[in-house]
């Protein structure tokens, strides 16, 4: 019979607990290794993974330029720097599922 245990999160220091049932889940999906992170820390490092940082999309630059297919002005995320077509939403998708 598994037993709750506190872990020490690798991330932030806190320690947390990591529950039987937890611990039964972990088993049955074959984790081998223990939690290294507390759950605000995973949650915090999933959303930097998935692109969400603490600047709203609002807050992020984005740049004017035309796209290199069907010559409409478009805005990117990036800076483009010349030397690589740049595409718009559209476009870009067209060229996307053609591969």
Same mark, same amino acid.
């Given at each position: 019979?598994?037993?709750?245990?506190?872990?020490?999160?690798k991330?932030? $220091? +806190?320690?947390f607990?990591?529950?039987?049932?937890?611990?039964?889940?972990?088993?049955?999906k $074959?984790f #081998?290794?223990?939690?290294?992170?507390?759950?605000?820390?995973?949650? @915090? %490092?999933k #959303? #930097?993974?998935?692109g969400?940082? *603490?600047?709203s999309?609002?807050? %992020?630059?984005?740049? *004017?330029?035309v796209?290199?297919d069907? $010559?409409?002005e478009?805005?990117?995320?990036?800076?483009?720097? $010349?030397?690589?077509?740049?595409?718009?939403?559209?476009?870009? #998708? @067209?060229r %996307? +599922?053609?591969?």
């Amino acid at each position: 019979m598994l037993e709750d245990k506190y872990l020490v999160c690798k991330d932030c $220091g +806190n320690e947390f607990l990591f529950s039987a049932s937890e611990q039964e889940f972990y088993a049955e999906k $074959g984790f #081998q290794n223990e939690p290294g992170r507390c759950p605000d820390c995973r949650r @915090a %490092r999933k #959303q #930097q993974r998935n692109g969400y940082s *603490s600047r709203s999309r609002e807050d %992020r630059p984005v740049f *004017s330029t035309v796209c290199a297919d069907c $010559g409409q002005e478009t805005t990117v995320p990036f800076e483009p720097s $010349g030397d690589r077509p740049v595409y718009c939403r559209d476009c870009y #998708q @067209a060229r %996307r +599922n053609r591969y």
